[in-house]
């Protein structure tokens, strides 16, 4: 086995959702990035949780559950357009195996 279909996980195993999801985070060479975390993560602290608990600071509560429902719309939206966006990517995938076949 070469080097580089080792590294290549396993069908079974992305299809199990076994394989741990990993995420790059850019190294920085400028020295105000410390500075700039210590702000975005005094932000987080301060509005992460009023939003997690779904609470809506200064709006009237009549319209509370109104954005609360906008946002579940957004979401599921926003999930329609991912998975209309997978399907696509499948089709088009499919198709271009097809018109190779056809070609040679």
């Known amino acids: 086995m070469s080097g580089i279909d080792a590294l290549r996980p396993n069908l079974a195993e ?3 959702g076994r394989i741990g999801r990993f995420i790059p985070e850019p ?5 105000l990035g410390s ?6 993560g005094g932000l987080a602290r301060a509005f992460g949780s009023a939003a997690s608990t779904g609470a809506t600071v200064g709006i009237d509560p009549e319209y509370a559950e109104l954005i609360k429902q906008q946002i579940e719309v ?5 999930l329609v357009s991912m998975v209309s966006n997978l399907e696509k990517s499948r ?7 097809i018109r190779n076949v056809r070609v040679g």
């Open 14 to 16: 992305l299809a199990s």
């Open 91 to 97: 089709h088009e995938t499919q198709m271009a195996a």
């Open 74 to 78: 957004q979401q599921q939206m926003q």
């Open 27 to 31: 190294r920085s060479s400028l020295k």
């Open 35 to 40: 500075a700039f975390r210590n702000v975005a």
